[in-house]
């Protein structure tokens, strides 16, 4: 069982940036991919990030790449979200989870086993 706290989500004007944080629970974290998804307004959950479990390897959503870095600190239990340049359509509720899987089904809401219970971030223009 893993237990996921994300934190550091606000309000930010467009063009800043904000840091998320996801502390697991558990002494297997390692052993976990991690990823952020994203859940606005009247929209469905949309993938964002993911990274292996090593650190060493990573996915983006097209729509953040650029702007948005994934990293964790596995000494930690914590996977991060670096977020510039946000936009105003960034706004969601921003949600972590974890996975054993690895591979392209990490861009995918089912392959999930474990999710956070999310942060607000919203950027005003």
């Known amino acids: 069982q893993v237990q996921l706290v994300e934190s550091g989500g606000g309000l930010v004007q467009a063009g800043g940036s904000l840091r998320l944080s996801c502390a697991a629970s558990?002494?297997?974290?390692?052993?976990?991919?991690m990823g952020w998804f994203r859940q606005a307004p009247g929209k469905e959950r949309e993938f964002v990030a993911a990274?292996?479990?090593?650190?060493?390897?990573?996915y983006y959503a097209d729509s953040v790449k650029g702007r948005f870095t994934i990293s964790r600190d596995n000494a930690k239990n914590t996977v991060y979200l670096q977020m510039n340049s946000l936009k105003p359509e960034d706004t969601a509720v921003y949600y972590c989870?974890?996975?054993?899987?690895?591979?392209?089904?990490?861009?995918?809401?089912?392959?999930?086993?474990?999710w956070g219970q999310g942060t607000q971030v919203t950027v005003s223009s």
């Open positions: 990274i292996s479990g090593s650190g060493g390897s990573t």
């Open positions: 558990g002494r297997t974290f390692r052993s976990y991919t």
């Open positions: 989870a974890a996975t054993i899987a690895w591979g392209v089904v990490v861009t995918t809401i089912p392959t999930y086993n474990y």
